[in-house]
């Protein structure tokens, strides 16, 4: 059984998302943000920097959402994912990893909308990191050439970069990304994606959006 711990409207709900999509077996264990308990000293012994996702599999604990899910996918979810030696390889790490890319704009708006208090909150930094993601989602529309991000379908490069796509919806209007808009209406109507959504959890962040 694999247990994931999660909070919900995080980096964790990729994770999340792919258990559901692979089919795979599965508890979950909520956490909040409010509640400090990712600074536990129990839950900083298996994520050193107190953050989700983390996952209980084959008698150890993995962080960090693009190795959990590399190695959840190549363990479990072959489908899910190109094997070294496969022509698309080289682009699905590409795009596994570029969900990142996407975040960490996220993370600095996140934190000058929502965590800093209103005095301290920067609108230069607002502005600049809107920016910022607006570019990251460009460079994401103009490589949607097809249905998914590879040619040979629907991947966990999918699930790690819609994941961030997800939230930078939250900053972002998408009027000016057909592609990308039609993709995430795609992956929306995914049974996997959807059951995710359900089991998700309470918003905690994000009660509403910040359009730059």
């Known amino acids: 059984m694999i247990v994931l711990h999660h909070a919900p409207q995080s980096r964790s709900f990729r994770i999340l998302w792919f258990l559901h999509e692979a089919g795979l077996p599965h508890q979950v264990r909520y956490h909040l943000f409010s509640d400090k308990g990712l600074r536990s000293p ?19 604990t993995l962080f960090e959402s693009g190795a959990i899910l590399e190695y959840l996918a190549e363990t479990r979810a072959p489908a899910l994912t190109r094997a070294p030696g496969d022509p698309e390889r080289g682009k699905f790490l590409e795009w596994l990893h570029y969900g990142e890319t996407i975040a960490q704009h996220l993370a600095q708006l996140t934190f000058h909308h929502i965590v800093l208090a209103p005095a301290d909150r920067s609108p230069v930094v607002q502005k600049l990191e809107t920016l910022r993601l607006h570019r990251a989602l460009a460079g994401l529309d103009a490589a949607l050439t097809g249905d998914w991000l590879l040619p040979g379908g629907f991947s966990a490069a999918d699930i790690m970069t819609g994941g961030s796509t997800e939230l930078a919806a939250r900053f972002v209007r998408f009027d000016a990304f057909p592609r990308l808009a039609a993709w995430r209406a795609r992956i929306h109507a995914r049974a996997g994606f959807q059951a995710a959504r359900a089991a998700d959890g309470p918003a905690e962040l994000w009660q509403e959006d910040f359009y730059g």
């Open 42 to 60: 129990e839950f900083l012994a298996i994520s050193p920097a107190g953050r989700v996702p983390v996952v209980e599999v084959d008698g150890s």
